[in-house]
């Protein structure tokens, strides 16, 4: 073992150790029965780690000969360093001081924790009662945290609050549901107190910090940047990326069109979706149902592309699909590093029961599973051969290489006839491409007050708000739900540019298949391209651009 990597492997236990909430998530084992302190000191203490880390990194690569560091050092220590140094930065501009966002922030987070361990009649429950008697502290630390930053003037604005004090309050409900299937009473008299801490802090957010948030959501163009930094892992042109992100839009819509019209010639995009939309074939009522016809399609696709445009591993030839007991969105876990836990699509549904049309689900299968997350970060799980433990498990760290690899997944999978029925096609595009496309124009615009372009139809010469960005996303993104449009919105705003990182992620991974197809010619092959580039693991795209391209 390298120093190096002995170096990677330590940061993760102890980063694990500071982080459990992360650590579940990364599919670290050994913290279960423990949650991450997300108040001052547990900030401080991960803060610490990780310039302690760094100063060791340092004096690692100075006294190494340079004719000594192999490809795979190199890859190692660039991304080690990327990830310190900008968590590092986060920390030193207090970017994460307010705590809350809607899909990151540490209420989600905890609850995600115990969703995790939530396995029906295999719950453990030792380990979730554990879990649940923490919650109350850990609750406690994350209001320590917000009283920290308003005694700074740091308080978050005023939706994300909002949205937190909802959190708390949903909460109660899956937690009492978890409880009466647990085995003994100390489970519920751990989700009683658990559930008393949530109504407390919401009535904190709602009574304290709710009258001095701010109205203005707009975090500006230096935060903005450094949420770059932390999701993609580059430096952008805010301007070039914003005027790509109209371009793309319009080209995609374009696609939209043509195949409207090939499903019901002379019939509008909308016509066809609301067509489709209505149409038996396309539709599915129950839970249950609907999870076994996920399940269809991602055993479907592992079958279908195995050894002919991927070789995939034995342990990955399966995928669990789930249904989340709360209404939490679609989202993937990769398996654990010791496969106890299985890679896992969440998927979810209204509590009465979904009676969902099926025709926009394969592309989105395609970006979750295989080829998309399921593969990627499965891959990256097994390759203890050239990626070191940091590597094989900090994909959640590097969004702009996993969900522009999620993204790319669902393209590929259009170039390679997938899409058997024109309305796959049209639903790949319409709730893949046209909404990602949407996010480059909404996150970038939104959180600069950038001004509307001239030819757009849209507002034109008006600086972007959220009101304008609800308006537009409901155009745009291929769906009639106020929730969905109002929660998307929300998301954007707490999280500066992690709503662009599948579109610009894409676009990186297309661009260097492309620059590698040139440089190589007739002997360029696509299966090989791809595994080479699974094998380099998780990384920020400058240096996924780099190692693709130039090495």
């Given at each position: 073992m390298s120093t190096l990597t002995a170096l990677a492997d330590r940061y993760v236990d102890d980063l694990a150790a500071l982080d459990p909430c992360m650590a579940a998530t990364m599919g670290i084992a050994g913290q279960e029965a423990r949650l991450t302190d997300y108040g001052p000191d547990g900030d401080a203490a991960r803060t610490e780690l990780r310039r302690r880390t760094l100063a060791e990194l340092d004096e690692i690569a100075a006294a190494r000969p340079p004719g000594e560091v192999t490809a795979a050092d190199r890859i190692a220590e660039a991304m080690l360093r990327e990830r310190l140094e900008t968590e590092i930065a986060l920390a030193e501009s207090r970017a994460r001081a307010t705590l809350l966002d809607t899909t990151e922030g540490p209420i989600n987070l905890l609850r995600q924790a115990i969703e995790l361990l939530d396995q029906g009649a295999e719950t453990p429950w030792e380990v979730m009662h554990s879990r649940l008697l923490g919650l109350p502290d850990a609750l406690t630390q994350v209001r320590a945290g917000l009283e920290v930053a308003r005694g700074d003037g740091l308080v978050a604005a005023r939706r994300q609050v909002r949205r937190n004090v909802q959190a708390c309050m949903n909460a109660p409900a899956y937690l009492s549901g978890l409880a009466d299937g647990a085995p003994d009473e100390r489970v519920r008299d751990a989700v009683a107190h658990a559930n008393q801490a949530l109504?407390?802090?919401?009535?904190?957010?709602?009574?304290?910090?709710?009258?001095?948030?701010?109205?203005?959501?707009?975090?500006?163009?230096?935060?903005?940047?450094?949420?770059?930094?932390?999701?993609?892992?580059?430096?952008?042109?805010?301007?070039?990326?914003?005027?790509?992100?109209?371009?793309?839009?319009?080209?995609?819509?374009?696609?939209?069109?043509?195949?409207?019209?090939?499903?019901?010639?002379?019939?509008?995009?909308?016509?066809?979706?609301?067509?489709?939309?209505?149409?038996?074939?396309?539709?599915?009522?129950?839970?249950?149902?609907?999870?076994?016809?996920?399940?269809?399609?991602?055993?479907?696709?592992?079958?279908?592309?195995?050894?002919?445009?991927?070789?995939?591993?034995?342990?990955?030839?399966?995928?669990?699909?789930?249904?989340?007991?709360?209404?939490?969105?679609?989202y993937y876990y990769a398996p654990a590093e010791d496969l106890s836990r299985p890679g896992t699509v969440w998927w979810s549904v209204p509590?009465?029961?979904?009676?969902?049309?099926?025709?926009?689900?394969?592309?989105?299968?395609?970006?979750?599973?295989?080829?998309?997350?399921?593969?990627?970060?499965?891959?990256?799980?097994?390759?203890?051969?050239?990626?070191?433990?940091?590597?094989?498990?900090?994909?959640?760290?590097?969004?702009?290489?996993?969900?522009?690899?999620?993204?790319?997944?669902?393209?590929?999978?259009?170039?390679?006839?997938?899409?058997?029925?024109?309305?796959?096609?049209?639903?790949?595009?319409?709730?893949?491409?046209?909404?990602?496309?949407?996010?480059?124009?909404?996150?970038?615009?939104?959180?600069?007050?950038?001004?509307?372009?001239?030819?757009?139809?849209?507002?034109?010469?008006?600086?972007?708000?959220?009101?304008?960005?609800?308006?537009?996303?409901?155009?745009?993104?291929?769906?009639?739900?106020?929730?969905?449009?109002?929660?998307?919105?929300?998301?954007?705003?707490?999280?500066?540019?992690?709503?662009?990182?599948?579109?610009?992620?894409?676009?990186?991974?297309?661009?260097?298949?492309?620059?590698?197809?040139?440089?190589?010619?007739?002997?360029?092959?696509?299966?090989?391209?791809?595994?080479?580039?699974?094998?380099?693991?998780?990384?920020?795209?400058?240096?996924l651009r780099r190692e693709l391209v130039e090495a």
């Open positions: 109504t407390d802090l919401a009535g904190y957010l709602g009574d304290v910090l709710m009258p001095i948030a701010p109205e203005r959501d707009a975090l500006g163009r230096d935060r903005y940047a450094l949420g770059v930094r932390d999701y993609l892992g580059t430096r952008l042109d805010l301007e070039e990326t914003y005027a790509w992100g109209w371009e793309e839009l319009a080209r995609i819509e374009a696609e939209m069109a043509a195949i409207a019209g090939e499903i019901r010639p002379g019939a509008s995009v909308a016509e066809v979706t609301a067509a489709l939309d209505a149409d038996p074939a396309y539709r599915i009522s129950g839970a249950e149902e609907f999870r076994a016809y996920l399940q269809e399609l991602a055993d479907q696709a592992i079958a279908d592309l195995d050894g002919v445009h991927f070789d995939i591993p034995e342990a990955l030839r399966r995928i669990d699909c789930r249904i989340p007991p709360t209404e939490s969105g679609i509590e009465s029961g979904p009676d969902a049309a099926t025709w926009t689900v394969p592309g989105v299968m395609f970006h979750e599973g295989v080829p998309g997350h399921h593969l990627q970060l499965g891959v990256t799980t097994l390759n203890t051969s050239r990626l070191n433990r940091f590597q094989r498990l900090s994909s959640e760290l590097h969004p702009g290489h996993a969900e522009g690899w999620g993204l790319y997944a669902e393209r590929l999978m259009d170039e390679l006839g997938f899409y058997r029925e024109p309305a796959h096609r049209l639903g790949m595009l319409a709730n893949g491409q046209q909404l990602r496309a949407a996010r480059v124009v909404l996150d970038i615009g939104l959180h600069l007050e950038l001004p509307i372009p001239a030819g757009t139809g849209f507002h034109e010469g008006e600086r972007w708000n959220a009101e304008l960005g609800r308006e537009f996303l409901a155009l745009h993104c291929g769906r009639d739900s106020a929730a969905f449009v109002n929660y998307e919105i929300d998301r954007y705003l707490g999280r500066p540019a992690q709503a662009i990182a599948y579109k610009v992620g894409e676009r990186v991974w297309l661009a260097a298949r492309d620059a590698v197809r040139r440089r190589e010619g007739s002997a360029f092959d696509l299966k090989e391209f791809h595994r080479d580039a699974l094998d380099l693991g998780p990384m920020g795209l400058d240096l």
